[in-house]
């Protein structure tokens, strides 16, 4: 592949995020991006997981709520500056990955998704049950950064998000993310080639999950609260949905799929109590007809139109 | 000629005819109409646009018709902060109802505080409350009042040791942590701490446990839902013979009607709403409460429920402060409430002031014991 | 207090198993995980008591509901799954998932968000047996519970071992394009294992109404631990199911009663997760041969 075009992503994106101020008319708009930024952070880190190197994880909004926990409780209750919290909340998870993983990445298909829900599980009922650390339930107050007010933190996570997907398009196209998709199509035969599949592995595991602790360290400090939902089965399921929604082996679709499915609910809330009604039929229609994925689906059509005779 | 010159005339005068047209007053409410809460939110909604409608038709408020912008946040913190920006930024209201969970309210604070926006809460945690912030109030008991009540209770009929079990959810550990807390200062020592999950089905094992600890003489069911139904129903199969005490959280029919038999004899701190008819004519709240519950009933064919009386009081709170404020100015609609002084509620008799922003005392809460599937009042 | 742990191990793990075979036999018909499963569980109990309050005498009220149950699975399958039958399985999970929001959203709008209550098969008066420390108390309709949960095992056994459309559907979860060369429709097949599970989960949902009530959403937690309970047994195997349900009930049980109630959810998954680094295809799965 030549190399101009892994850049593409990178640069549309962050063509996007600068233009988009234009149509935000205030606060809460600017909130309703900042949320799709941070889920696309999670998206784009699990899309290498589940898209490139084929795994599954039904429990990575557990990651997402560590690194949130990690960073508020160091705040919190020891004082740290959030500058040097964050980092080190994302580093303590990347650690838990990588230890973790090793034991998990052995089980495979269903055994894996189970391997991961339960991971998942436990993280958000220790979190729920701690209260003394985590408040418990309904949560923890979090100081915020010195940063603050929605615009600031829009160029914040804007610039997270085109950083994350720049390393990602970098990971997919390096030796190593080679090796990932090699593993994808047959983890016995990359292994006849030589392929280390239980590292390769766990380096996409450990990498998803840093961006998602990422993720969910900057919004607990941009929220100024957090709460144990943040690591629950229901969100885990969501960020799945977001990656394949948006078309998997895709860092734009990823992207796409978290921008969708977090609009989507704030659009249909006029509905009131059909609501979910409607979200739950969108999900399904959207999949029946666009089997791979939202951009991979616009992609191959715009391809289509191209390639017409005229 | 006459003619052009009036149709000019109105044309001019179009433009000031309509900004004379009073804006309404909005209040914003954010309720988990669906989701875990759903049986919080959803008498709460009801209860808000009931009343909301009534006082449209009595002529409004200072002249201006009152709009309800609600938005259900299905008991999520993360959704709730969402709407609350909403509320605040698009639909620029004056002032805030809801936030039926903890979590809800606690998500909504900063937003209320950082915007200078009256927030009259419809949860149940101490936690709201204390300590004390500008423009944070709320209607409901606080689950500290809860226990009080529940012990004091207890220490009357000679219990000195009790067993606590709690569900998962916030209300559940937060009242768990309450009970836990102020226990020893009303004499009562808690010999087992049990727990239950949330959608259990069955939790005859945590009961057996209580039931072998040595010493117990009564236990305190801390949570709302499916679970307390299913902890009485396991009670009395398991046969505890020991006095059981619910919360207050689940004040309402439906968790009679769900245990059956199994509720007869429990107790539960309750506000003296679910006893409209039996009350005394002397009692304070008897023309506030029978006149809600009359209505509420009559219109929405259900029983009440103490969760739509919080936000009864939530509304009515803030439309009394706004007229006395005469205005919608934030800041005076704060001092107004502030300054509550003998409201008398669904929830007892309010009596705000700069440190206290729910303004209830202990004798808000009645005792109430299940008797024959009605709700009968423990003098 | 052993005993006692043991019955409310047994109780939730009957319905567990059959939540897990609903899993289960949808998995090996179509290789797609259903999260729609819990929601069955939910139309059983929720149309049981909305029919039993409309004044139904509640055998009926339970048939109807099992009916109603079977229908939308059946509906589920033809137009959500078939028109997407090619997709990667991963979208037809979505799909199911989409599916799960749906009908939970159509509960509320045709029921209602309030608990119900459905009443018990044979009365609530409860049972002792044994005496003294070692007695335990049980309703009587656990005993309906465990009763109808063994029939309707037994009862698929003789289904997929004895009648053609069982061995179909057997044969279509070996292999689809042998099945398909022998001229069984895998259509029909796929109907028919959405229809039956559909029906087991409303089952389930029916039989455990009495005890721990019904709602709107009251099929997520059930799906998930049914789910769980699948794979520990072995994704694809009816009597894995089986097992894993009870297992997973009576390790919850125990683990409330020995250990930390608070925890005794993080306990089962951790043995979970322990039992599949052991054993990758479950306590009864098969070890399949990996095509490269």
């Known amino acids: 592949m030549p190399p101009s075009a892994s850049r593409k992503p990178v640069l549309i994106l962050a063509a996007l995020i600068a233009a988009l101020p234009l149509a935000l008319p205030n606060d809460y708009t600017y909130e309703v991006a900042i949320l799709v930024g941070l889920n696309a952070i999670v998206c784009v880190g699990l899309n290498l997981l589940i898209g490139y190197a084929g795994q599954i994880s039904l429990g990575h909004a557990g990651f997402v709520g560590l690194g949130a926990y990690g960073s508020a409780i160091l705040a919190a209750r020891y004082g740290w500056p959030a500058w040097l919290a964050m980092p080190a909340s994302v580093a303590g998870v990347a650690l838990l990955a990588w230890a973790i993983g090793r034991p998990i990445l052995r089980l495979k298909g269903h055994a894996l998704a189970m391997g991961t829900l339960g991971f998942g599980i436990i993280v958000s009922i220790v979190l729920a049950t701690e209260d003394r650390f985590t408040g418990g339930p309904d949560g923890m107050a979090v100081p915020p950064l010195l940063v603050q007010g929605e615009k600031a933190w829009y160029w914040i996570v804007g610039a997270a998000l085109v950083g994350a997907v720049w390393l990602a398009q970098n990971l997919i196209d390096s030796p190593r993310g080679r090796a990932l998709r090699a593993l994808h199509g047959s983890e016995v035969a990359a292994g006849a080639l030589g392929i280390d599949a239980a590292a390769h592995k766990l380096s996409a595991f450990v990498i998803s999950a840093l961006f998602a602790a990422t993720a969910g360290a900057l919004s607990a400090h941009y929220a100024g609260f957090i709460t144990p939902g943040k690591a629950s089965f229901l969100h885990s399921v969501e960020l799945v949905t977001m990656v394949v929604f948006g078309g998997m082996a895709s860092t734009l679709g990823a992207v796409a799929g978290a921008a969708v499915l977090t609009t989507l609910p704030q659009l249909l809330t006029v509905f009131k109590e059909y609501e979910m009604v409607l979200l739950g039929a969108a999900m399904m229609l959207t999949m029946i007809f666009m089997p791979r994925g939202l951009v991979p689906t616009l992609e191959k059509a715009l391809a289509a139109a191209r390639r017409r005779p005229r | 000629m006459v003619l052009r010159t009036l149709l000019g005339a109105l044309a001019l005068a179009l433009p000031a005819l309509l900004q004379a047209q009073p804006q309404p007053i909005r209040i914003g409410a954010f309720l988990a109409t669906t989701g875990p809460a759903a049986f919080l939110g959803d008498p709460e909604q009801k209860t808000l646009e009931l009343y909301v409608e009534k006082l449209n038709a009595g002529g409004g408020l200072l002249g201006r018709r009152l709009e309800l912008v609600a938005y259900d946040s299905a008991g999520d913190a993360e959704k709730a902060r969402g709407y609350v920006k909403r509320l605040l930024e698009q639909d620029k209201v004056d002032l805030l109802v809801g936030g039926s969970t903890t979590g809800e309210t606690m998500a909504a604070v900063p937003l209320a505080e950082a915007a200078g926006v009256p927030f009259i809460s419809l949860a149940g945690a101490v936690v709201i409350i204390e300590p004390v912030k500008k423009w944070v109030f709320k209607t409901p008991h606080t689950d500290r009042m809860a226990c009080e009540k529940v012990f004091v209770d207890m220490r009357a009929r000679g219990v000195a040791k009790a067993a606590l079990i709690s569900g998962a959810g916030g209300f559940d550990r937060s009242m768990r942590a309450e009970c836990l807390k102020v226990a020893g200062k009303h004499g009562i020592q808690i010999v087992a701490d049990e727990t239950y999950g949330a959608g259990d089905t069955d939790m005859t094992a945590q009961l057996a446990k209580i039931k072998a600890t040595p010493g117990v003489q009564a236990v305190l069911n801390a949570g709302f839902g499916q679970g307390p139904a299913v902890v009485t129903k396991n009670y009395r199969q398991i046969g505890i013979g020991l006095p059981l005490y619910q919360s207050h959280g689940v004040a309402s029919k439906q968790y009679v009607s769900l245990a059956g038999d199994a509720a007869e004899g429990v107790r539960l701190p309750a506000a003296a709403l679910l006893v409209a008819d039996t009350l005394p004519d002397a009692d304070p709240q008897k023309k506030v409460v029978v006149s809600y519950k009359r209505d509420y009933e009559s219109r929405y064919k259900q029983e009440v429920s103490t969760f739509g009386g919080h936000a009864y009081d939530g509304l009515m709170l803030a439309v009394e402060a706004i007229r006395r404020a005469g205005s919608t100015d934030k800041a005076k609609v704060r001092d107004a409430l502030e300054a509550t002084r003998g409201y008398v509620g669904t929830g007892g008799v309010v009596n705000m002031s700069a440190q206290d922003h729910m303004g209830l005392d202990l004798s808000a809460f009645r005792m109430l014991e299940v008797r024959k599937g009605d709700w009968q009042l423990v003098k | ?292």
């Open chain 3, 1 to 292: 207090m052993l005993e006692q742990y043991l019955l409310s191990g047994i109780t939730t793990g009957a319905i567990y198993a059959l939540v897990a075979l609903g899993f289960a036999i949808i998995y090996n018909a179509s290789h797609v995980i259903n999260f729609a499963q819990g929601e069955f569980v939910m139309i059983g109990g929720m149309a049981s008591a909305a029919f039993f309050e409309a004044g139904l005498p509640l055998p009926l009220a339970v048939v109807l509901a099992i009916g109603m149950a079977t229908l939308v699975g059946v509906l589920i399958e033809k137009l959500a799954v078939e028109p997407a039958r090619d997709a990667p399985v991963v979208t037809l999970i979505i799909i199911t998932i989409g599916a799960s929001i749906l009908l939970r959203g159509l509960a509320t709008l045709v029921w209602d968000k309030k608990i119900h209550r459905v009443p018990a098969f044979s009365g609530e008066t409860p049972i002792t047996i044994g005496s003294g420390a070692g007695s335990a108390t049980l309703l009587p309709q656990v005993l309906w519970v465990l009763g109808v949960s063994a029939v309707a095992v037994a009862l698929l056994a003789w289904f997929f071992r004895r009648t053609l459309t069982g061995k179909a559907i057997l044969a279509v979860s070996h292999n689809r394009l042998a099945a398909r060369l022998m001229g069984i429709s895998v259509r029909r097949v796929l109907a028919v294992s959405f229809g039956l599970s559909a029906a087991l989960g409303a089952l389930a949902g029916v039989l455990i109404a009495p005890i721990a009530f019904t709602s709107w959403d009251v099929g997520v937690m059930l799906g998930l631990k049914g789910f769980a309970a699948a794979i520990l047994g072995g994704m694809g195997s009816s009597a894995g199911a089986v097992a894993g349900g009870l297992a997973l009930g009576l390790i919850e049980a125990l683990g409330a009663g020995y250990l930390s109630s608070a925890y005794k959810d993080v306990f089962a998954f951790l043995i979970i997760i322990a039992a599949l680094v052991f054993l990758p295809h479950g306590l009864l799965g098969r070890s399949a041969a990996e095509r490269v």
